[in-house]
Nanobody
Framework: AVRLVGSGGGSVEAGGSLRLSCTAS????????MAWFRQAPGKEREGVAV???????IYADSVKGRFTISQDNAKNTLYLQMNSLKPEETAMYYC?????????????????????WGQGTQVTVSS
């Protein structure tokens, strides 16, 4: 099974930046579809960004232009660079993974599409 370990969360002031990391093991990392989700207190988990094995990406509208998802296949690590953070983005951030779809189809930001989940890393943005 795929094991995901997220890290890099912390506290930052509004307008600041953080970079989250997620290290994967148990599968060929370069073949996985990877994503970041977040869940704020009292809210449902929402998709933030997806990256497919071919490097194509999808972002939630709320983070476009501020967040960047990337991966380093040599290090089996997924990243989420978050800039211009807002207090309302305080949440637990989770990385997720799934086997690639056949036929060239891409994953979306729906959590039910992902079989493997990291333990979460807390991001707190103060105003």
């Amino acid at each position: 099974a795929v094991r995901l370990v997220g890290s890099g969360g912390g506290s930052v002031e509004a307008g600041g930046s953080l970079r989250l990391s997620c290290t994967a093991s148990g599968a060929t990392f370069s073949s996985l579809s990877m994503a970041w989700f977040r869940q704020a207190p009292g809210k449902e988990r929402e998709g933030v960004a997806v990256i497919e094995s071919d490097g194509s990406t999808i972002y939630a509208d709320s983070v476009k232009g501020r967040f960047t998802i990337s991966q380093d296949n040599a290090k089996n690590t997924l990243y989420l660079q978050m800039n211009s953070l807002k207090p309302e983005e305080t949440a637990m951030y989770y990385c997720a993974a799934d086997a690639p779809y056949s036929g060239g189809y891409s994953h979306s930001l729906l959590e039910q599409e992902y079989d493997y989940w990291g333990q979460g890393t807390q991001v707190t943005v103060s105003s």
